[in-house]
């Protein structure tokens, strides 16, 4: 059993950065690819960037959603269990609750699967 706990949200003006970190326990961490998620006041949850399991693969691969591409940056610290969203030039239409997300596929992240989820944490960008 996968256990994922989010940190970093908060407040941010528009045009800021924040950085996301999520923590993983209770698995090998490189066997699994990592998503974030996020879900927006009154919207469905999307998928916001996925990074795949290094267990195979020397190199990582990467995967976002069109709305974040050049402003935010999905990685993985395998020594430390921790994947990193990185968002910049952070806009309103970013405000929502984020989600990690840990799975064992390795390609079309950005459809595919997620077995174990954390809680979220609250991304707020003021206008």
């Known amino acids: 059993q996968v256990q ?3 940190s970093g949200g908060g407040l941010v003006q528009a045009g800021g950065s924040l950085r996301l970190s999520c923590a993983a326990s209770g698995g090998t961490f490189r066997r699994y690819s990592m ?3 996020r879900q927006g006041p009154g919207k ?3 998928f916001v960037a996925a990074i795949r399991r290094s267990d195979v693969w020397s190199g990582s691969s ?4 069109d709305s974040v591409k050049g402003r935010f940056t999905i990685s993985r610290d395998n020594a430390k ?3 990193y969203l990185q968002m910049n030039s952070l806009k309103p239409d970013d405000t929502a609750v984020y989600f990690c997300a840990a799975g064992i596929a390795y390609s079309d992240l950005s459809n595919a699967e997620y077995e174990y989820w954390g809680q979220g944490t609250q991304v707020t960008v003021s206008s």
């Not at 990467?62 to 959603?65: F, V």
């Open 4 to 6: 994922l706990v989010e």
């Open 35 to 37: 998503a974030w998620f």
């Open 44 to 46: 469905e949850r999307e």
């Open 62 to 65: 990467t995967y976002y959603a």
């Open 81 to 83: 269990n921790t994947v």
